[in-house]
């Protein structure tokens, strides 16, 4: 017998994909089965099937509500301050400005700090209510030391994480600002173009391409924050900056609840897959 | 084509080189490995631990053979790593630093090894009652006290006596308010430190011990949870409105050791924590007020029962392939040769506290330390069993119950606990809440019917 090109591909294919499955079945169908029992790690592991105990838990747990918003937000504000900052900082990067490498490579750096290291940073030099830096300059003037992470919790982290990603935006934007041709600028300009429409007409629609890809890279990695929240505030206070990856880790690994975190992963599982055929859709509009 | 033959004749060399070289360290390390054996020790960064670390070598130097590796790690994220090790058999862990609350659960469950056939020197009938009975399971002792604790009130005696306050012996809770009120002036000085950081070994701990005073109990016979009933709610809205109007800024983020930093530096007029913390705040290297601080019995309110007890114990988990080896090192740590070495080193004022008889008895530890006495009678007060709070229980355990489930239910209330504090949800919210996943965890493990 003859094989075929194609099944003689498929037969020396076959060990990758079943490695590839392998790979991702037994972790989630060991979830899938977990989900089912109660398990208590304190407990030394499964005492029996419990139905949809832990689902049922799960889904009608305050907690839950909470981390979906927190995550909502989270991801929305985020995409908002990266973008229309990067756009406005990478516009003032392209201007040929004194020392303007430097410069750059200054702006940059906060992107290449280490995600716990940042939150560190900010928890204990920065937000400190009494040792902090902006502690620090409010004394000077005779006000007290504000409490940042329990009194706006989610706007500090959303502040740190800002403080991150918008340099990475800002670097996508500036290579597409660079890429603009300088003459077309040039002839709007002579053919009576103000700066608005200007930007409007001939700059916007050059940088959609790079806020796109922004858009789709940054909110795989907002979805799924972790070391900020887990350093700087650990969900708290109360479930103020819990989100969904957090809560997830909350029950698994500070209440040892076997069951009900890996209950949660599936449902995080089915929403992250709602938001990726979304933005997959999205972005298929667009490129 | 001669140059790429002597590129690959001389790579060919050099791989047998580098295989020779592998195998030579290879064999040295093994070898090396047999002569030394190496324990792994994990432990909570609490100040008596580290300064274990810097006496280790005592050890070493009478157990040649031996080599220590400790790993200092935060109280929550102790409990994360050494749960998993043990509950996984991963053996990552010769010696793990556990407490009163997981002693007696994996004592039970056979993951720890018993300290039977303990050398004499050891003296097993020295260590405290309540120490002992807390870290045993039907009488097999399963981890020896490092150090144990139970709760007293700290206090500035330069800003009580520049107001004209005196502390009582045996102050109440409303009066450590009146105080906390008349002595609050920050940024300088706040009027009361306390810890708020959620987690059940910090604030759900502790905030256990004021519901204790007010005479409340986690759950009742039936095992229903009682958070909302008005025990609770007295105990925890009093909590909230004391520190929240008394308290530094950021408590909610203070544990046992944020707080011992801030009294150190002179910004709290009192603390109500763990007796351990009066070595620390009385030493004159750590300390900026280490001669104006004087000791007073855990607040009362309705009952003086329900006092903290608490010890941190070192233990081998079951399965150790270095069981002679760990026991050798525990018994170190834990002897009366210990102590003494710590004295010699650090002073009496410094070793660790309230684990032994002998340790009290010693005239010059009463002498060197001016908290001995009451840190003593605390913790002889202390009562784990389930007639120790006003109304009896169904749990073993003063500010915890012996439960596995209570390590979710702790966890769960504490953040509820410091989600009130920092003002983000109303004191009856929080403790609905709190009460609701209690109900929820007790009636998945099988508690409530």
Not at chain 1, 54 to 82: G, H, K, M, Q
Not at chain 2, 312 to 317: D, F, L, R, Y
Not at chain 2, 341 to 366: F, I
Request: aromatic share 14%; glycine share 8%.
């Amino acid at each position: 017998m003859q094989l075929t090109r194609v099944s003689y591909g498929k037969i020396i294919l076959s060990p990758t994909i079943i490695i590839l499955l392998l790979w991702i079945l037994v972790p989630l169908a060991l979830t899938v089965y977990y989900s089912f029992q109660s398990y208590n790690m304190l407990d030394g592991g499964s005492t029996g099937y419990i139905g949809w105990m832990n689902y049922e838990f799960f889904i009608f747990d305050e907690a839950f509500y909470d981390a979906i918003i927190n995550t909502f937000i989270t991801v929305l504000s985020l995409l908002l301050f990266t973008v229309f900052f990067g756009f406005i900082f990478a516009s003032l990067l392209n201007s040929d400005i004194f020392l303007s490498g430097l410069v750059k490579v200054l702006y940059i750096s906060p992107f290449l700090v280490i995600p716990t290291v940042s939150a560190l940073l900010w928890k204990n030099l920065m937000m400190d209510p009494i040792n902090g830096f902006i502690a620090f300059l409010l004394n000077l003037f005779n006000y007290e030391g504000i409490d940042f992470l329990n009194e706006y919790p989610l706007a500090s982290i959303i502040t740190m994480l800002s403080w991150t990603w918008i340099p990475f935006a800002t670097l996508l934007i500036l290579t597409s600002l660079k890429s603009i041709d300088k003459q077309m600028i040039e002839s709007a300009k002579i053919d009576g173009a103000n700066t608005f429409q200007i930007s409007i007409f001939i700059i916007l629609p050059n940088i959609i391409r790079s806020i796109n890809v922004i858009i789709l890279l940054e909110t795989i990695f907002f979805l799924a924050v972790f070391a900020e929240i887990s350093i700087a505030t650990n969900g708290g206070p109360g479930t103020e900056t819990t989100n969904l990856p957090f809560l997830i880790f909350q029950k698994g690994l500070q209440n040892f609840d076997v069951g009900e975190s890996s209950a949660g992963g599936l449902i995080a599982v089915l929403l992250a897959n709602f938001v990726a055929i979304f933005l997959i859709n999205l972005l298929r509009k667009n490129i | 084509m001669k140059l790429f033959f002597k590129i690959i004749t001389l790579l060919i060399s050099l791989k047998e080189f580098m295989l020779k070289l592998i195998s030579t360290i290879s064999l040295f390390l093994f070898s090396f490995s047999v002569f030394a054996e190496k324990l792994t020790i994990v432990s909570v960064n609490n100040g008596d631990m580290v300064r274990m670390q810097k006496l280790a070598s005592d050890f070493t130097k009478k157990n040649p053979g031996i080599e220590l590796d400790f790993q200092f790690m935060e109280e929550n994220v102790l409990r994360q790593k050494v749960t998993l090790d043990i509950t996984n058999k991963g053996g990552a862990y010769d010696i793990m630093t556990i407490g009163m609350y997981e002693a007696p659960m994996w004592g039970e469950k056979g993951w720890l090894v018993p300290m039977n056939d303990l050398p004499s020197s050891f003296d097993i009938d020295d260590i405290l009652p309540a120490v002992r009975g807390g870290l045993s399971h039907n009488g097999v002792l399963y981890a020896a006290p490092f150090y144990g604790e139970s709760s007293f009130t700290m206090y500035r005696v330069d800003l009580f006596a520049e107001k004209g306050l005196t502390m009582p012996d045996k102050p109440t809770w409303g009066e450590i308010y009146k105080f906390a009120k008349a002595l609050h002036n920050p940024p300088e000085v706040n009027g009361i430190c306390l810890r708020g950081k959620p987690g059940w070994g910090e604030n759900a701990a502790f905030i256990g011990t004021v519901a204790n005073a007010f005479g409340a109990r986690w759950v009742d016979d039936q095992w229903n949870p009682q958070l909302t009933g008005p025990a609770w709610t007295h105990a925890f809205s009093f909590y909230v409105d004391l520190v929240q109007n008394y308290g530094p800024k950021g408590a909610p983020n203070n544990g046992f050791n944020e707080n011992l930093k801030l009294f150190n530096q002179g910004k709290c007029a009192m603390w109500i924590d763990a007796t351990v913390a009066a070595s620390f705040v009385t030493n004159k290297e750590e300390s900026t007020v280490y001669n104006k601080v004087n000791f007073a019995l855990a607040p009362s309110a309705v009952t003086e029962k329900g006092g903290w007890l608490w010890s941190w114990a070192i233990a081998i988990p079951a399965g150790t392939k270095k069981e002679a080896a760990a026991k050798k090192f525990i018994m170190w740590a834990t002897s009366k040769d210990y102590i003494e070495l710590v004295a010699d080193k650090h002073g009496w004022a410094n070793v660790p506290p309230g684990t032994r008889t002998s340790t009290y008895t010693n005239p010059m530890y009463l002498n060197n330390a001016p908290f001995a006495r009451l840190t003593l009678a605390a913790m002889n007060a202390a009562d784990p069993s389930m007639t120790g709070t006003l109304k009896p229980k169904p749990y073993i355990g003063v500010q915890f119950m012996t439960i596995p489930e209570f390590q979710a239910i702790g966890t769960e209330a504490g953040r509820q606990f410091s989600a009130a504090l920092a003002g983000k949800k109303s004191v009856e919210d929080a403790l609905e809440s709190a009460n609701k996943s209690a109900y929820k965890i007790l009636k998945k493990g099988r508690y409530i019917k």
